[in-house]
C-alpha cells in the first residue's frame, strides 16, 4: 500500500526528510530534534482507492500536538450518555402516555428526570469554576453550541421535572393544600411532559454540533454523521429504558424504537469510522477504537434480544440493558476518538495539507474556480506542499 | 450587525463586532527571520501580565523549556535546529553551501576566507586584509597531539582545537502568540461572553466572567488558549489590552532586542511586511513566506501575523486552519434533520398497531 501511495503522491518528497547522513554535516535527521522526524501516517488508511489519501510524512514541532486536545474530563462523556438518556425516555414517555402505556409513560418521565439531574451535574463538576455556573445564562448566542444547548437543557429541564413530578401526585393525600396539588399536578406533568419532547429531539442532537464546533479534527470532520450518531444513541437508550420496565404488552413501541434508533446510530458511526480518511483512524484505534467496537456489538445483541424475545421479561429487559450499555460505550468511544485526534498532530497537518494541495491543483488547473485558492503567500518553488501534481 | 462574512470571509472586526466609530485594527507582526531566542518577549509578558511560571522544566528540545503556548505562556519562543541545506524548499539543491569554508567553525583557515569577504566599511585603517594569512596559518601548531578529553572544559584557545567539522546547521526561532483571528473560534464558541472583541479587534477574556468551561481550549485551530490548572480559568495573550488603550505597546514588542516583534496598526503591518518578504526573497532567502497575513484565509486573516522560514508545521504551526464556525450554519442544519428523523422514529414507533 505505501509505495503506491509515495508514487501517488510525488510531492511527499517535499514533506519527507531527505536521506540522512549528509557529508560534513553535524547533524543527523535525528540529533536535528523532532521537528524532522517522519511520522509515517496511518496503517494504510483502510482505502487505498481513495483519492485523499494524505501523505505519509510531516513534519511537526518535536511531536507536539498544534490543536490543544479538550480539558473536558469524562463527566462530559458521561453527560453525553445521560443527556441523550434524558431525552429518548422523555419521548418515551410522551409517546406511551398518548398511547395510553403507562409503564412506558412513568418509567421515561422518572428516568428523564435522574438523567436530566445526573447532566446538570456532570456539567457543572466539568466547569473549571462550578459555582459560576450561572455565567452560562448571562448569554444566548447561536455561535456557541454550549450557549444553545444551555437553554435546551434549561427548558427541557423545566417541562422534564414537571412531568416527573406529576408521578407523584396518586401518593399525595387528597384533602388540603397537598389535595389541590393531587388535582392539578396530572395536567402540569402531561403538559411537561409533552413540552419536554418537543424539545428532546434538540437536546440530543445539540450535543453533536457541541463536539463538532471545535477544531479537534476527528470531531469536526464528523458533523455531517454525528448527529444520527447521537439521534441514534438517545433513541436506543430511550428504548432500553422501555425494554427495561415495561411489561412485554407494553412494550411494542419500545422495540420499534430500538431497531430505529440502533439503525441511525449504525449508519451514523459506519460513515464516521469509514469515509473520514486518516480522521477516521482514532475512531477505529486504541481505546475509542474498542468501545465503539463494543457499542456496536451490545446495540446489535439488544435489538436481537428486543425482537426475538417479545415474549419473554427476562431477556427484554437483557436487550434494554444492552442498549443502554451500548449507548455508553458509543459516546465514550467518540468523545475519546476526538481526544486521541488532538493528541496527534498528524491528524492536524496532513489533512490540511491535502486541502492546501487540492487547493493548488484546482488553481493550477482551471484557475478561475479558484476564488478561495490561497497561493499568494507561496513564493515560487517553495509551495508548502502546493505544487500538488 | 451580523454580516454575511460574520462567521467566515474576509471582515473588518471590530465593527462588526458592533463598535462604532472603532479606533483601527491592531496587531503584531513577528518576522523570523530576526528572532534571536532571547525570550526576553516570554520575561516581559510575565512580568506585565503577572502571569505565574509554566514550572522550570527542561525539556529536551533545544533551547527551548517552554514547551508551546500555554494558560501560563502567552508568548512562546520555539528553537528548530536543522541542517539548513535542507531546511526548506529551494535549498534542497546540492552546492547549496559551494564556497562556504568546511572546516572548524573558528580556525585560521576561516579567518582568510573572513578576511577576503569582509565589506568594505570605508573606514579602514589603510592595513589591507593579511594576504598571506594562510601562510601565517600554517605556522599554528597543529592541536596537540596527546591530550585526551577528559570531560573537563578545555584550556586551549578557541579556534586551535578541531572539534566539530563544520556544518549546514541553521537556527529557527519563532516567538509564537495568539493570532487575535479575524473570526475567533474561541470567541465564536464562548457560552458565558467571557471572551469578547476589543474595539482593537483584538480578542480578549474577562476572567472575572470565565466560569472555566473549557469550550474555547479545543475550538481554537492554533491551540493557544488554555486552561490554568488550578484556577479553571481560560486565559491566553490580550495583546496587552490595558497598554494599548494607553498608547503603549504591548509589553513583548517593548521588550523585543530586535524588532522581530512588530507591533502597529494591522495594515501598515502588513504592508511592512510585504515589503520585507520582497527583500528577502531579493536576498536569496527564497524560503521566507508570511504566515497569517491574508484575510481571505481560513480565519479571515490573524491580527498577529508571522514571517516564517519553512513551512508553518514546523514551528508547531496548522499549514491551513480553518475557524471551525464557518461551518456551523452546517452543523446546525445536520442536527436539525437528525432531530427530525429522531421525532419521525417516534412516531412510526407509536402508531404501529397496540399490543
Avoid at chain 1, 12 to 28: C, Q, V
Wanted: proline share 8%; glycine share 14%; net charge neutral.
Amino acid at each position: 500500500m505505501r509505495p503506491r501511495e509515495e508514487r501517488d503522491n510525488p510531492r511527499d518528497e517535499k514533506l519527507s526528510p531527505p536521506p540522512a547522513g549528509h557529508e560534513g554535516s553535524g547533524l543527523t535527521r535525528d540529533a536535528g530534534g523532532g521537528s524532522r522526524a517522519p511520522r509515517r501516517g496511518g496503517k494504510g488508511g483502510g482505502r487505498g482507492d481513495r483519492s485523499m489519501v494524505p501523505p505519509a510524512d510531516f513534519r511537526s514541532y518535536y511531536g507536539r500536538p498544534i490543536v490543544k486536545p479538550p480539558v473536558w474530563h469524562h463527566d462530559i462523556a458521561a453527560y453525553l450518555f445521560t443527556g441523550g438518556l434524558a431525552a429518548g425516555s422523555s419521548l418515551l414517555a410522551a409517546g406511551g402516555d398518548a398511547t395510553g402505556r403507562p409503564a412506558l409513560r412513568r418509567a421515561g418521565r422518572i428516568t428523564a428526570l435522574g438523567a436530566l439531574t445526573a447532566s446538570t451535574y456532570f456539567l457543572i463538576n466539568d466547569l473549571g469554576r462550578p459555582e459560576r455556573f450561572v455565567n452560562m445564562l448571562r448569554v444566548a448566542k447561536p455561535t456557541s453550541p454550549m450557549s444553545m444547548g444551555t437553554w435546551i437543557l434549561s427548558a427541557f429541564g423545566a417541562a422534564a421535572g414537571a412531568a416527573a413530578v406529576a408521578e407523584a401526585a396518586p401518593i399525595l393525600p387528597g384533602r388540603g393544600v397537598l389535595g389541590l396539588a393531587r388535582r392539578l399536578l396530572p395536567p402540569v406533568g402531561t403538559a411537561g411532559q409533552y413540552a419536554a419532547a418537543a424539545v428532546a429531539p434538540a437536546l440530543a442532537t445539540y450535543t453533536a454540533v457541541l463536539l463538532a464546533d471545535t477544531a479537534t479534527p476527528s470531531w469536526h470532520a464528523a458533523y455531517p454523521e454525528l448527529p444520527f450518531v447521537f439521534a441514534g444513541s438517545a433513541l436506543a437508550s430511550g428504548a432500553g429504558v422501555g425494554l427495561l420496565a415495561a411489561p412485554c404488552d407494553q412494550a411494542g413501541p419500545a422495540r420499534r424504537m430500538a431497531v430505529c434508533g440502533a439503525a441511525l446510530e449504525l449508519y451514523g458511526a459506519h460513515r464516521v469510522e469509514t469515509t473520514k480518511g486518516i480522521l477516521s483512524e482514532p475512531y477505529r484505534d486504541g481505546r475509542a477504537g474498542r468501545l465503539l467496537r463494543a457499542g456496536r456489538a451490545l446495540t446489535a445483541i439488544g435489538v436481537a434480544g428486543a425482537l426475538l424475545g417479545r415474549r419473554s421479561r427476562v431477556v427484554s429487559a437483557l436487550s434494554g440493558l444492552s442498549l443502554l450499555t451500548a449507548s455508553v460505550a458509543t459516546r465514550f468511544g467518540i468523545f475519546d476518538g476526538g481526544v486521541a485526534s488532538a493528541k496527534d498532530p498528524k491528524y492536524t497537518v496532513l489533512p490540511q495539507r491535502e486541502r492546501l494541495a487540492a487547493r493548488a491543483a484546482a488553481a493550477a488547473n482551471g484557475g478561475a474556480s479558484g476564488t478561495d485558492a490561497k497561493t499568494t503567500d507561496v513564493p515560487e518553488g517553495s509551495g508548502s506542499g502546493g505544487i500538488g501534481v | 450587525m451580523a454580516g454575511p462574512n460574520s462567521l467566515y470571509g474576509p471582515l473588518d472586526p471590530a465593527p462588526d463586532a458592533g463598535y462604532v466609530d472603532a479606533p483601527p485594527r491592531m496587531g503584531f507582526f513577528t518576522d523570523t527571520s530576526v528572532c534571536i531566542g532571547c525570550k526576553a518577549c516570554e520575561v516581559a509578558c510575565k512580568e506585565w501580565n503577572l502571569v505565574p511560571d509554566d514550572g522550570f522544566n527542561l525539556l529536551g528540545t533545544s533551547y527551548d523549556n517552554t514547551g508551546g503556548l500555554t494558560a501560563n505562556s502567552w508568548r512562546h519562543v520555539a528553537f528548530i535546529e536543522q541542517p539548513a541545506a535542507r531546511s526548506g524548499h529551494g535549498t534542497d539543491t546540492p552546492g547549496a553551501f559551494a564556497g562556504m569554508p568546511t572546516g572548524p567553525s573558528a580556525s585560521a583557515h576561516t579567518a582568510v576566507v573572513a578576511a577576503g569577504t569582509a565589506q568594505d566599511t570605508g573606514t579602514s585603517p589603510g592595513v589591507p586584509a593579511a594576504p598571506d594569512a594562510l601562510a601565517a596559518a600554517a605556522t599554528i601548531k597543529a592541536p596537540g597531539t596527546g591530550t585526551q578529553f577528559l570531560g573537563m572544559p578545555g584550556s586551549d584557545l578557541p579556534g586551535r582545537t578541531m572539534d566539530a567539522p563544520r556544518s549546514d546547521f541553521r537556527w529557527l526561532m519563532m516567538s509564537n502568540v495568539c493570532k487575535h483571528c479575524t473570526h475567533a473560534g474561541c470567541l465564536d464558541v464562548c457560552p458565558t461572553g467571557a471572551l469578547f472583541r476589543t474595539e482593537f479587534g483584538t480578542v480578549v477574556v474577562q476572567e472575572d466572567v470565565c466560569n472555566g468551561c473549557g469550550y474555547c481550549i479545543p475550538a481554537c485551530p492554533y491551540g493557544v488558549i488554555d486552561q490554568r490548572k488550578d484556577d479553571g480559568r481560560a486565559w491566553k495573550c490580550t495583546l496587552c489590552y490595558d497598554r494599548i488603550g494607553d498608547g503603549l505597546t504591548p509589553a513583548c514588542a517593548k521588550a523585543c532586542p530586535t524588532e522581530s516583534i512588530q507591533f502597529g496598526e494591522l495594515d501598515e503591518l502588513r504592508a511592512r511586511a510585504a515589503h520585507r518578504l520582497e527583500k528577502l526573497h531579493e536576498q536569496g532567502v527564497e524560503e521566507a513566506r508570511l504566515y497569517g497575513h491574508d484575510p481571505d484565509d481560513g480565519v479571515g486573516g490573524d491580527g498577529a501575523f508571522f514571517l516564517l522560514l519553512d513551512e508553518p508545521e514546523v514551528y508547531g504551526l496548522p499549514p491551513d486552519p480553518v475557524v471551525t464556525t464557518r461551518d456551523l450554519p452546517a452543523m446546525w442544519k445536520r442536527a436539525g434533520v437528525a432531530a427530525l428523523a429522531m421525532a419521525a422514529t417516534i412516531v412510526v414507533s407509536f402508531a404501529g398497531r397496540r399490543r
